[in-house]
């Protein structure tokens, strides 16, 4: 699709009657996954709460681990420095989206994005499969964690019931094909609300567990000491590295750029701001009181902690089951926000933009095409349990190139060499050390991660009745 198409197809077109003209030309460019599932209509504030939904999620109650193989003031400063990495570059992502758009060019896809800043056609197919691996891993997750939580739930009200992990599997995996048909990412607005919402509650929540955990007479003894062993303590540190990179992760930001009503120049600055606003917040508390509750003894998430498999609960019953509720609700709508670049990708192949949204013609291969998705994800998530894992590896190998890496190379290449002049600006020189930096923490994080996963591979079995 051409610079004017992409204008044209972005803009909020209403769906019924979609003629997008290709540029140069008066032919029709039918894509519909531009003007259907990334219309363009929402506000600044909409586009916060998509972004919230993409970074703020229950992997946060991973970060008590991250501490524990970093220490007390490393893994704060750490989760710190990859807060503020991390808001940079996605504000970057968002100025060269900006700065192409200013020259008549506005891309909606992070692939496109790509291509056109770096040139070479390789470069959009290497952001397109380390998405894709990203999105589909983040919804095969969702669906599994979300069962868990379902799974937590009826274990404490039937706990003699015979119910598996797979059963509550298809429930979620049902419940999803239905809110699948939802249109558009923009149509999501309300339930990505609703998200932030849940976030907020359940680390409030969780942190409020954590400290009854702390003082309770039941918590294991307050060790922070790092491991004895030399490369255990080197290996342990790197692995923190890629839990907080993963945790900080979002590999969509185009897309949910490409929901604003155009123009869409600084907007995102403000969902940005929204965003870590929150994450200021859900971030931090549950990260200090978890690791300071259960200090090395703390499990890789910190509700498995709060609820051991043996011995009582070391918080209200009552308030661990509505946090458990909390993140099955939001675990929904990232399964939900994580698909839109597959839908996007299936519809634009199988959807006629000339006619509408709701036709018959359209609707058709958009039940069987996303029911087919989430019934897939589902099926892996089903034979993989321990998919956990193996995401922490995708995790260290993706969400590093696609948010940090790329976001400053494609800057330096669009905007800080040109406006400068020179190569040698403080920016460029900055970035460039940046992504020396990190290009280096992803290779050993990933190392760590894939040293991780062979060392637990004994536990690992397949269609299992228990999330690793």
Request: glycine share 8%; net charge positive.
């Amino acid at each position: 699709m051409t610079g004017t198409a992409v204008v044209h197809a972005a803009a909020g077109t209403p769906s019924s009657d979609v003629e997008t003209a290709t540029a140069g030309t008066g032919k029709l460019a039918a894509d519909a996954g531009a003007a259907f599932v990334l219309e363009s209509k929402g506000t600044w504030w909409h586009a916060g709460f998509h972004m919230t939904t993409a970074t703020v999620g229950p992997a946060l109650l991973t970060l008590p681990y991250a501490l524990r193989g970093l220490g007390w003031w490393l893994g704060v400063a750490a989760l710190t420095a990859l807060a503020a990495v991390t808001f940079y570059c996605y504000l970057l992502v968002s100025r060269v989206l900006d700065h192409c758009e200013a020259a008549g060019r506005r891309h909606i896809r992070f692939r496109e994005l790509a291509a056109d800043v770096l040139g070479p056609q390789w470069a959009s197919y290497l952001v397109l499969i380390v998405q894709t691996a990203i999105n589909a891993g983040v919804s095969i997750g969702s669906i599994l964690l979300a069962a868990d939580c379902l799974q937590i739930i009826y274990t404490h009200v039937a706990p003699h019931g015979h119910l598996k992990l797979y059963h509550f599997i298809i429930v979620v995996a049902v419940v999803l094909a239905l809110l699948s048909q939802m249109p558009s990412l923009h149509s999501l607005r309300y339930i990505n609300f609703g998200s932030l919402i849940f976030s907020v509650g359940y680390t409030m929540l969780v942190s409020a567990a954590c400290i009854c955990a702390g003082l309770s007479s039941n918590a294991p003894p307050k060790d922070y000491s790092l491991s004895s062993s030399n490369s255990s303590r080197t290996f342990n540190a790197f692995l923190s590295i890629s839990i907080l990179a993963s945790v900080f992760g979002n590999s969509i930001l185009p897309e949910i750029q490409a929901t604003l009503a155009p123009p869409a120049s600084g907007k995102m600055a403000k969902a940005l701001v929204l965003c870590y606003s929150v994450l200021s917040l859900t971030f931090y508390f549950p990260a200090i009181t978890g690791y300071w509750a259960f200090g090395n003894q703390v499990r890789s998430n910190v509700l498995k902690s709060l609820m051991p498999d043996n011995g009582p609960w070391l918080a209200p019953t009552w308030l661990l089951i509505v946090a458990v509720v909390l993140v099955l609700l939001q675990l929904i709508a990232i399964a939900l926000v994580y698909s839109q670049v597959a839908y996007e990708m299936m519809e634009a192949k199988s959807a006629d933009a000339a006619r509408g949204r709701f036709s018959r013609r359209n609707v058709a291969p958009r039940v069987a095409l996303r029911t087919a998705y989430v019934a897939g994800c589902a099926a892996v998530a089903a034979m993989l349990p321990f998919f956990g894992e193996i995401i922490a590896v995708v995790g260290a190998v993706g969400y590093i190139p696609l948010d940090v890496v790329i976001p400053l190379v494609m800057y330096n290449m669009a905007v800080a060499a040109p406006r400068g002049g020179t190569r040698r600006s403080p920016a460029y020189l900055a970035n460039v050390a940046i992504v020396v930096v990190f290009a280096g923490l992803g290779v050993i994080g990933a190392v760590a991660s894939v040293r991780k996963l062979v060392i637990n591979a004994d536990r690992f079995k397949l269609f299992s009745n228990g999330v690793s």
